[in-house]
């Protein structure tokens, strides 16, 4: 059964929007600019993002557990990074 909740946003200027305690599993997001955006407490398990920009991103208080870059283990990269910067 189709979800009749669905939405369908294009050449939208959603600026300044606020979502509270919103469901997007399985949403799509093309071509969008999330600048300057705020996320606090938003699960993006198992999510994959492709062709993205992370410049300035800053990542607090975050299970990094399974997560990947490139096909490498997040925790492996800290690992080897502690590993430099112990000696």
Known sequence: MPNTNAVHHENTDLTGST??????SHARF???R???AQFNNV????ATL????LSGVRIEDA???EMT???IAVSELFRAYQLLHAR
């Open 19 to 24: 979502f509270d305690d919103v469901n997007l």
């Open 30 to 32: 093309n071509d969008v």
């Open 34 to 36: 999330m600048d300057q």
């Open 43 to 46: 699960s993006l398990r198992n």
């Open 50 to 53: 492709r062709n993205v920009c």
């Open 63 to 65: 299970d990094l557990s």
């Open 69 to 71: 870059i490139d096909g």
